[in-house]
């Protein structure tokens, strides 16, 4: 289970992951595309309503083409 805490932490990495793909000009869609990941899935993180493993972190980061670092600096 999921405690209110580890929710605060997914809804704001959610939140950075969107300003990311923003800041690359891409979509949903787009990003999930180069990713190889499902868009629900992609809508899903940045909602915060799921926690994605590391594995999945990682290609989202080379998808946006930034270390995963950089998905990790503003929380």
Same mark, same amino acid.
């Given at each position: 289970?999921i405690n209110?805490?580890?929710i605060?932490?997914?809804e704001?990495?959610?939140?950075?992951?969107?300003?990311l793909?923003?800041?690359?000009n891409?979509s949903q !869609? #787009? =990003?999930a595309?180069?990713?190889?990941l499902?868009?629900s899935q992609?809508?899903?993180i940045?909602r915060?309503k799921?926690?994605?493993?590391?594995?999945t972190?990682?290609?989202i980061? !080379? #998808? =946006?083409?930034v270390?995963?670092s950089?998905?990790?600096?503003n929380?």
């Amino acid at each position: 289970m999921i405690n209110i805490r580890d929710i605060n932490f997914l809804e704001a990495f959610g939140k950075e992951l969107r300003r990311l793909r923003h800041t690359k000009n891409l979509s949903q !869609e #787009a =990003l999930a595309d180069l990713a190889d990941l499902s868009t629900s899935q992609i809508g899903r993180i940045e909602r915060g309503k799921i926690n994605p493993s590391i594995c999945t972190l990682k290609i989202i980061a !080379e #998808a =946006l083409g930034v270390k995963m670092s950089v998905m990790f600096e503003n929380l």
